[in-house]
């Protein structure tokens, strides 16, 4: 029995805003090169590299002179359109995945669900504005981007947590390892829809 293909996508997102590019092989070994000009939001998209197993390749030239909003935005808006091209019909994959992942004191929950349906459910109390350059406020925005164009249901919750750098950390780590269950395939469902529907 032959393994099947790696799931491998190449997205590249270009407005007045930004000039995106982004490269994932869900079936990876958690290999990173990653450049969005913004060193803390490198440090959390290298934790879903390395905690899903996803190779990923980042660089974006954002207009960072005005904010980070655009950046972290569309960063997640063109990995979600990744993410959704390399999932293909999503035929033998578990579909369902979820985590719980401490740091210390911190602890955060995330369930995603690859529905086809974009949903984003998330209560994150952050204790800091700021994290290096990232605004907290933009992890929303993140999220926000990459359900609306990878088609995930993600329920995101951080349970505990003082410090906010290991509240943000929880949070990536554990969708990674979410992302990571819900995209492995399952051997009882090869081939196979993972829904009544026949489609997702």
């Known amino acids: 029995m032959t393994s099947p293909e790696p799931r491998q996508a190449e997205v590249t997102r270009r407005t007045l805003e930004t000039q995106i590019t982004v490269r994932v092989n869900l079936d990876g070994s958690g290999q990173s090169s990653l450049h969005s000009g913004i060193g803390f939001l490198d440090h959390m998209l290298e ?74 459910h998330m209560d994150v109390q952050f204790t800091r504005a700021t994290l290096g350059q990232l605004d907290t406020q933009l992890v929303f925005e993140f999220f926000q981007g990459f359900v609306n164009h990878a088609g995930v249901t993600l329920h995101i919750d951080n349970l505990k947590g003082v410090n906010a750098h290991h509240q943000c950390e929880t949070i990536f780590k554990a969708f990674a390892r979410a992302l990571r269950a819900a995209l492995e395939h399952d051997a009882r469902a090869a081939g196979s829809i993972p829904s009544t529907k026949g489609a997702l």
Do not use: M, N, W
């Open 47 to 120: 934790q879903i590299a390395r905690h899903g197993l996803i190779d990923l390749h980042v660089a974006c030239q954002g207009d960072l002179h005005i904010d980070g909003h655009h950046t972290v935005e569309d960063i997640g808006i063109t990995l979600g359109q990744a993410v959704a091209r390399a999932v293909g019909d999503k035929k033998g994959i578990r579909r369902y995945g979820h985590a719980y992942v401490p740091l210390d004191e911190a602890l955060s929950r995330v369930v995603v669900d690859f529905s086809g349906r974009p949903g984003l």
